[in-house]
């Protein structure tokens, strides 16, 4: 067994989507747009060194002798992982190109827009998920609980501790989940105010 290489592994993984989560959740308080542009930047390089985690899982466990639980334990933070990736990347490229636009005023405002375009729950959510996911499967890389289908039976050892870990895992992601939700909800109709007020504008003006 390879415990510390495969808790050294997946510890890495938890630090850098926890960190990666908790700066896309501060990505929409950012004061100017050269902030939230820099925020930007620095969260797709974690969402860069936390994929690159990902793929030195399995390679650094081929290069040690004897077996290792961290790829079985990657598995678990790999499903929102993928979210981020596939959806939440070109989320954030959005957002960095939109705060980029105010490279020639940098302590421009942001605009509500950018803002609830920063705050969408894509970007941090899938993050933070993946974080707890991590965590998690910490136990799993300690070798702490013995996973049945690996020659030990389903009543074995602290088997039962993966499935009250996964229901509070799930009860997690839908707590961040609504909360993103509400969040993005409550930035969203600053978007249409302006145009709101100019519809009325307009409207008086043709009367």
Request: charged share 10%.
């Amino acid at each position: 067994m390879n415990t510390a290489v495969d808790v050294i592994l997946i510890g890495t993984l938890a630090a850098v989507w926890l960190t990666a989560g908790l700066l896309a959740d501060g990505l929409p308080t950012a004061g100017t747009a050269l902030l939230m542009r820099r925020r930007a930047r620095l969260l797709a390089v974690l969402v860069a060194t936390g994929a690159a985690v990902f793929i030195a899982v399995p390679v650094a466990t081929a290069l040690t002798p004897g077996t290792s639980s961290a790829p079985l334990a990657a598995l678990l933070p790999v499903v929102p992982a993928l979210i981020v990736l596939t959806l939440g990347v070109r989320k954030l490229g959005w957002v960095r190109r939109g705060a980029g636009a105010f490279a020639t005023a940098p302590l421009a405002p942001v605009p509500p827009a950018l803002r609830a375009a920063a705050a969408h729950p894509l970007i941090a959510a899938p993050l933070q998920i993946t974080g707890l996911a991590a965590i998690v499967a910490l136990p799993i890389a300690a070798g702490v609980v013995d996973l049945p289908g690996r020659g030990v039976p389903s009543t074995t050892g602290f088997a039962g501790l993966v499935a009250v870990a996964l229901i509070l895992l799930a009860v997690a992601v839908i707590a961040i989940g609504i909360r993103a939700a509400l969040r993005h909800s409550r930035l969203a109709p600053l978007v249409m105010a302006p145009l709101d007020r100019a519809r009325q504008r307009v409207r008086a003006g043709v009367r």
